[in-house]
């Protein structure tokens, strides 16, 4: 006897994949400029270059990808603005590190560093220093 399942049995398959295999979620990363001029932003991963966006005080970016179990999926952006001294960058996100993180992380580019949205706070306030 062949038993057929139904939609909900195969969304529900997949759903129960994702929780068992969590490194296949899509993650979107959101940045915005908290500065009070310009700033250039370069996104990069190892194998995608998602190019250089300029960012008006308060204006945001996002970009999407899906994680992958077999490779280390790691973006990091450089970040440069008037009277910066220098290209300054971060690991944007790490899924060694931000495997855990919420569908979509939120980050804010501040002077210092970086501060990512916090969802047990409800603040941005989980920050970091630029890396050197």
């Keep these: 006897m062949v038993t057929i399942g139904t939609m909900n049995d195969i969304v529900e398959a997949n759903h129960k994949v994702d929780h068992i295999f969590p490194v296949f979620v899509k993650k979107t990363v959101v940045?915005?400029?908290?500065?009070?001029?310009q700033l250039k932003v370069h996104y990069k991963s190892k194998d995608d270059d998602l190019g250089v966006r300029m960012l008006g005080h308060d204006e945001s970016f996002?970009?999407?990808?899906r994680t992958t179990?077999?490779?280390r999926t790691l973006f990091y952006c450089s970040?440069?603005?008037?009277?910066?001294?220098?290209?300054?960058?971060y690991d944007i996100y790490d899924d060694m590190i931000n495997h855990n993180d919420p569908s979509t992380l939120r980050w804010l580019i501040k002077p210092l560093g970086t501060?990512?949205?916090?969802?047990?706070?409800?603040?941005?306030?989980?920050?970091?220093?630029?890396?050197?």
């Design 62 to 65: 996002h970009f999407t990808f």
């Design 79 to 89: 970040f440069e603005w008037p009277g910066s001294n220098g290209l300054h960058w």
């Design 69 to 71: 179990l077999f490779f």
């Design 115 to 132: 501060c990512m949205w916090d969802k047990y706070t409800s603040l941005y306030d989980i920050c970091d220093y630029w890396k050197k």
């Design 31 to 37: 940045i915005t400029n908290t500065l009070k001029v």
